[in-house]
C-alpha cells in the first residue's frame, strides 16, 4: 500500500498553505490557511473493508514553560510527546484520494464542529482541543483536520506523519468525541497493511 502527495514530497517541507501558524510580520506566529493537503493510495488490500487516516507530530515539546518563548530556545534533546493533528474512520477502501482544502479551509477558532470530509466517514478530536482548553477565545472541541504550528523557538525540524490503515472492519467500537489514542487502541488485530507519508515543518527563523 502506497500513500502520496501532490501537496509535499515524501520526508519534504510542508507548505505554510496546509498548516495551523505561519512566520508573522510583526509576530513570530500568524494563523495560516489551514487546508488539508492533497493524499493519494494506491495497493490497498482486496480484503479492506475501510481505511483509518491520522496525521501525528510525535516531535512536540513536553516542558510547557519553554514553548515561544523570544528569550530562549527549545533545546533539540529536550523529551517528546505526540500530537495528533487529524483522525479519520470509516473512510471507503477504494476512495483513492482526499482533495486538498476538501477538508479544511482556514482556522475556525474553538475548533471546527462538522468538518467536512469522504462521504460515510467520522473525524475525531484533535490535540488543539488539549492546547487550547481554558482559552477564552480559542478554547473548543477540535475536530478534523488543523495542521502544523511548532514552536517558534524550537531547535528541532517538526514531522509530520500521515498515516493510513487499511482494516478488515467497517464497524469501530468509538465514543462519540473519539481521539486518535482511541482509534489506536480499537483497530487492533484489525490493521490488514499501512502506509506512511512525512513531510516537515518549522516556524524557527
Known sequence: ?????????????????????????DEPIALSDNRNPHLAWD???EAAKSLVL?????DVPTVPDTVNKPDREVPADQPRGHFTHWVMVGLAARAGEIAAGSCSEGVT???KKDPPGPAGTRQGL?????????D???????????GPCPPFNDALEHRYFFRLFALDTDALSLPEKFTGGDVLSAIQGHVLDEATLMGTYSLKR
Open 54 to 58: 491520522m496525521c501525528v507530530d510525535p
Open 136 to 146: 477564552a477565545d480559542m478554547g473548543g472541541d477540535y475536530f478534523g483536520y488543523d
Open 109 to 111: 477558532p474553538r475548533g
Open 1 to 25: 500500500m502506497r500513500l502520496s502527495s501532490s501537496s509535499f514530497k515524501h520526508l519534504g517541507a510542508i507548505p505554510a498553505e496546509f498548516a495551523f501558524g505561519k512566520p508573522g510580520g
Open 43 to 45: 495497493g490497498v488490500p
Open 126 to 134: 484533535n490535540d488543539y482541543t488539549g492546547w487550547f482548553e481554558g
